[in-house]
């Protein structure tokens, strides 16, 4: 097989079982067999794929579909970045898969949520791979319209209002994503990547003007902030974590977050990066030439605001989940962080993004876990109101293990894989001497470790309450299996660093990416 054709594996494996197990859906184990063995193949597809990438000597893939050439046909692109980012996907969607079989109801999963959930997949792994800005905005589409409705899944009036919500405001951003598509299109004359990196990097020759270039992708990272849920776009999430079911609200928490933040290193770090402003930039309070000079100061201002409006925010909180998806947003800020002191200092730029996915690895496996977990702790009292909740250690230690492990990998204690995606947070900023990053990063990490604390002393120390139901021994292993990754990641962490450097210089080496997609000269 050309390792070119491994570059769709993933797709194709996600797309094939999405469509197998709707073809099935009137056997429901059969469906389940057929959801778990898709699950296990992107897995498969996933290390092979990467395999494939250590192998090539410039360590890109390119798959043009039906061999039609850039910028005119549809381009897939695999590299060390993309690979890494479908890892999580493919690992933390198996663990949350897992669990739904044991949680989400005989019927739900007959009618629906296996399609849904492999079509959401598809989606996911489609925006990883694209090598073409419009086909960026098709896969989010896919991936939203099946994440629609598994918020919506059990159709009461509060999942129904905050399903409503999330369309709309996901709509509006889907609107706008096309706006600005649609001007850079007529801007720079192409929607291919590679062709527009190109472009951006001779304007003239190409007659290409930087300055709304600058306007329509400041307008596109509105778009990727929505859907990243990064202040002040963070407020659809909240209600849509608590509406869907656990193993929903876990992969959107771990997986479908981190499009947005992938979209934000391949396009601005890579594709946008390569613009210039040569009369520099006339904004107040901004100064440079670059694009990322401009993104910067915006990064940091928005990471720091999503840090601390989620750090109080999820302090505040009354119940778990509400108090973890406000977390979400706090942990999307440290995300955020690094990649403004990247954009802003050239020197720390691969430790930066290192730093960002690093971080957005430890938060897709321990965020899913404590979703997960806060799905079993809600079936077995009735409730995630902190007032009803206490001596769940004593009831379900294995469960309070796990929560606690997840907990502690995103305060950042070692050896844990969150210790050393903070570490390098820290690290980024103290090395660019960003001392407001550094100072920002403390008062989130100390709010971290506050609303933490309040989450366990409340809920899992005092007084045990009344229990409706035992917790169910196939919920818990997929904790486990999570709370297990996050040590695995952090005591066998080099490899992990190895990949997050490889993934950091490929977002960086645009000539690399521009010469492996090898697009043709159209003036």
């Known amino acids: 097989m050309e390792p070119a054709h491994l570059v769709v594996a993933p797709l194709l494996t996600a797309l094939v079982t999405a469509i197998l197990t709707l073809a099935t859906r009137s056997y429901l184990n059969v469906q389940r067999t057929l959801s778990a063995l898709g699950g296990i193949g992107y897995l498969v597809g996933v290390s092979v794929l990467y395999q494939a990438i250590q192998a090539d000597a410039d360590g890109v893939i390119v798959y043009q579909l039906s061999d039609w050439a850039a910028p005119f046909g549809i381009t897939l692109v695999a590299d060390a970045l993309a690979v890494f980012m479908l890892a999580l996907a493919g690992l933390v969607s198996l663990a949350a898969l897992a669990y739904s079989v044991r949680f989400i109801s005989d019927y739900g999963q007959r009618v629906s949520y296996h399609p849904l959930y492999h079509l959401m997949m598809v989606g996911v792994t489609g925006s990883f791979l694209t090598g073409d800005i419009f086909n960026l905005f098709v896969w989010f589409e896919v991936m939203l319209m099946s994440s629609y409705v598994l918020v919506a899944f059990y159709s009461g009036k509060e999942h129904t209002r905050a399903a409503l919500t999330y369309v709309v405001l996901n709509l509006l951003g889907s609107a706008v994503m096309l706006l600005a598509i649609g001007g850079l299109y007529a801007t720079t004359g192409t929607l291919n990547m590679a062709d527009m990196a190109r472009r951006l990097a001779d304007p003239t020759a190409f007659g290409i003007d930087p300055a709304p270039v600058l306007g329509l992708s400041a307008l596109l990272f509105t778009v990727f902030a929505l859907k990243a849920g990064i202040a002040p776009f963070q407020f659809w999430v909240p209600p849509a974590y608590r509406a869907a079911p656990a193993p929903v609200a876990a992969m959107l928490a771990g ?214 139901d035992r917790p169910s021994t196939a919920l818990t292993v997929a904790v486990v299996a999570l709370a297990l990754g996050v040590v695995v990641l952090g005591i066998g962490f080099d490899p992990v660093m190895d990949a997050a450097n490889a993934a950091a210089n490929a977002a960086l080496d645009r000539t690399g990416y521009v010469e492996a997609v090898a697009p043709e000269v159209v003036a």
């Open 255 to 468: 997986v479908v977050k981190k499009v947005g933040v992938y979209a934000i290193i391949r396009l601005y770090f890579t594709i946008f990066a390569a613009a210039t402003l040569p009369a520099g930039l006339s904004l107040p309070g901004l100064s440079g030439t670059s694009f990322l000079d401009f993104f910067g100061p915006v990064f940091f201002i928005m990471a720091a605001a999503s840090i601390l409006l989620g750090g109080f925010g999820a302090v505040g909180r009354k119940t778990l989940d509400g108090m973890l998806a406000y977390s979400s947003i706090g942990q999307v800020g440290f995300i955020l962080l690094p990649l403004a002191v990247a954009a802003t200092v050239p020197e720390v730029r691969v430790l930066g993004i290192a730093a960002a996915l690093i971080y957005s690895l430890n938060h897709g496996f321990a965020k899913a876990l404590l979703f997960l977990a806060s799905g079993i702790v809600e079936r077995m009292t009735g409730t995630l109101e902190f007032a009803n909740l206490g001596g769940l250690t004593e009831r379900a230690p294995v469960l309070s293990g796990g929560f606690f492990l997840g907990a502690l990998a995103l305060i950042g204690i070692p050896p844990l894989s969150g210790f050393f995606g903070k570490l390098l947070v820290f690290d980024t900023a103290a090395r660019a001497g960003a001392d407001a990053a550094l100072a920002v990063a403390l008062v989130g990490a100390i709010l971290t470790i506050a609303y933490f604390s309040r989450a366990w002393n409340r809920g899992f120390w005092g007084e045990p309450v009344e229990i409706l």
